[in-house]
T-cell receptor
Framework: TQLLEQSPQFLSIQEGENLTVYCNSS?????LQWYRQEPGEGPVLLVT?????EVKKLKRLTFQFGDARKDSSLHITAAQPGDTGLYLC?????????????FGEGTQLTVNP | DAGITQSPRHKVTETGTPVTLRCHQT?????MYWYRQDPGHGLRLIHY???????DKGEVSDGYSVSRSKTEDFLLTLESATSSQTSVYFC???????????FGPGTRLLVL
């Protein structure tokens, strides 16, 4: 069962354009993480959002956690070729032995110069 | 960058042979995780550890076992490798176990 749906799966845009990636679930998460992964490497943590409605900004990247803590979005302003990569969202659920992450399948972003 | 290393980085093995992957951390983090990443499935949790000798199963644990005899090392063993276990394996660590995890560089495993 895929608990986290990411869309779009693939996105190819021109340098300077804006884009939004969505991460949706029917489950409530205690927190949600966004990662970026480049070929041959492990995912790198971009941000953690914890509070419903929370908005975090990281330079040209804006992350939002839905009010009900079931969904999230990543918006990139004025995309650059260096933004190319696989973007993954992951929802965390608390358990007595620590949080477990459920990952979306990812959005492969290509920014063309 | 979090101090996480994985070994080996690449391995080719034959069906039916045992394989052990090692994850080593220098951050003294309590929580450690093993994931596999496959096209069409994303990252899936195999096993995780919440302390020395404390481990639990993830969503795809069949055919895998783990051990953690000291804080810095978490071993993943494929008792008898199968072709369906061909994948990229990632180790991750977390200090607070709160969902914020840091990943190693991965091990690419090919089972022939």
């Amino acid at each position: 069962t895929q608990l986290l749906e990411q869309s779009p799966q693939f996105l190819s845009i021109q340098e300077g354009e804006n884009l939004t990636v969505y991460c949706n679930s029917s489950s409530v998460f205690s927190s949600l993480q966004w990662y970026r992964q480049e070929p041959g490497e492990g995912p790198v943590l971009l941000v953690t959002v914890v509070t419903g409605g929370e908005v975090k900004k990281l330079k040209r990247l804006t992350f939002q956690f839905g009010d009900a803590r079931k969904d999230s979005s990543l918006h990139i302003t004025a995309a650059q070729p260096g933004d190319t990569g696989l973007y993954l969202c992951a929802g965390a659920r608390e358990e007595t032995s620590g949080s477990r992450l459920t990952f979306g399948e990812g959005t492969q972003l290509t920014v063309n110069p | 960058d979090a101090g996480i290393t994985q070994s080996p980085r690449h391995k080719v093995t034959e069906t039916g042979t045992p394989v052990t992957l090692r994850c080593h951390q220098t951050e003294n983090h309590r929580y450690m995780y093993w994931y596999r990443q496959d096209p069409g499935h994303g990252l899936r949790l195999i096993h995780y550890s919440y302390g020395v000798k404390d481990t639990d199963k993830g969503e795809v644990s069949d055919g895998y076992s783990v051990s953690r005899s000291k804080t810095e090392d978490f071993l993943l063993t494929l008792e008898s490798a199968t072709s369906s276990q061909t994948s990229v394996y990632f180790c991750a660590i977390s200090g607070l176990g709160d969902g914020t995890q840091y990943f190693g560089p991965g091990t690419r495993l090919l089972v022939l």
